[in-house]
């Protein structure tokens, strides 16, 4: 008999913690992404980029990969043309971004003095190094270089890239495609170092990390707002009128930009690992969250994100974006893996 009612309580307690547990969110589409291809690399896979042909793997020290979109065959590069010089080996490289309208490859280097590379790659079978920018570059901490839509004068590509040090700065270049012509501004952001840039026409955008998030003019350069976040801001990526904030320990946080001197978190969600980077495209936004994988979310609603599927077999990952209906994501462990949206 005490064996009996021993057994009932040890049921009722079960149904008791079992009605008592926090649910996971419920998820629409659990086979929404399905993998397409895994790429083995050398080194660290840490960043991507690409355009309409092509896709860019920065490796850390195992140099550049480049994967062949219509077939996923790719090429390692541990040193670009002309091979044989200290220059032309690829040390270290932490960010790729790709001008495809250029046939430009942007790459930042890490190793003894701070660079970012300027690579031509008009032809994918030699890479050849046309440059580095060097000024102002020391604790470079990102980069992001687009084509200037309407040129005005010879320079046909824009940039911006953050830096640290002593005197933490936003940097803005343009680039004519075959000399280097230096900074055209700077935008102070002290006393702390900017992660991460993003920009429209009107505004720039940075991650702050334990700041937070700032947002400045882009013409008088002067700061406009401030937004203390959860978590140490790392990645900022605009849309409209939001910002979309990889904050590190805390996940993801968005942020009304509607109006530029008083933004609003209006959002957040805590991913299980540390949040590195977020990318957004139509009515989707993917985060990596290192050891906690990939989280896609439905992101027609800024202010409730809808959390549609987490992978986590693919070890740590360091990045993930969207390159048409794939979604590519920069994995330590198992390189790169190339997944398709249904």
Not at 34 to 62: C, E, R, T, Y
Not at 271 to 286: F, H, I, M, R
Request: a negative charge.
């Amino acid at each position: 008999m005490k064996l009996r009612n021993f057994v009932v309580l040890i049921a009722v307690a079960l149904l008791l913690v079992s009605g008592c547990a926090k649910r996971n969110p419920a998820w629409q589409d659990q086979d929404l992404l399905s993998l397409v291809k895994q790429i083995s690399m050398a080194g660290n896979p840490v960043d991507l980029s690409f355009d309409d042909n092509l896709i860019f793997v920065a490796q850390d020290q195992g140099g550049i990969s480049v994967i062949d979109r219509a077939n996923f065959s790719h090429r390692w590069w541990p040193e670009v043309n002309p091979p044989g010089s200290a220059d032309a080996v690829m040390a270290r490289i932490r960010g790729v971004s790709a001008v495809g309208e250029h046939k430009l490859l942007f790459a930042s280097e890490y190793w003894a003095a701070d660079k970012i590379r300027v690579i031509d790659y008009s032809n994918p079978d030699s890479l050849r190094l046309l440059d580095s920018i060097t000024g102002g570059t020391d604790n470079l901490k990102s980069i992001y270089f687009k084509a200037i839509e309407n040129p005005t004068d010879e320079n046909i590509i824009e940039g911006f890239f953050s830096v640290g040090g002593s005197e933490p700065r936003a940097r803005y270049t343009r680039y004519n495609g075959y000399s280097y012509v230096g900074s055209d501004y700077n935008i102070i952001t002290t006393p702390w170092v900017p992660e991460h840039v993003d920009a429209n026409d009107t505004h720039v955008f940075l991650a702050m990390g334990q700041r937070g998030f700032m947002i400045y003019d882009r013409q008088s350069q002067q700061k406009l707002g401030e937004l203390s976040l959860p978590g140490e801001a790392l990645f900022v990526k605009v849309k409209g009128n939001y910002a979309w904030l990889a904050c590190r320990q805390a996940g993801l946080c968005v942020v009304n930009i509607a109006d530029p001197t008083w933004p609003v978190l209006v959002s957040t969600f805590d991913t299980t690992g540390y949040a590195t980077t977020v990318d957004l495209k139509d009515n989707y936004a993917v985060v990596s969250s290192g050891g906690g994988g990939v989280y896609l979310f439905d992101a027609s609603t800024p202010a409730n994100p809808r959390l549609l599927q987490n992978l986590t077999n693919m070890g740590y990952t360091n990045n993930a974006k969207f390159c048409d209906d794939l979604l590519l994501v920069a994995a330590r462990d198992k390189g790169v893996l190339i997944y398709k949206i249904q």
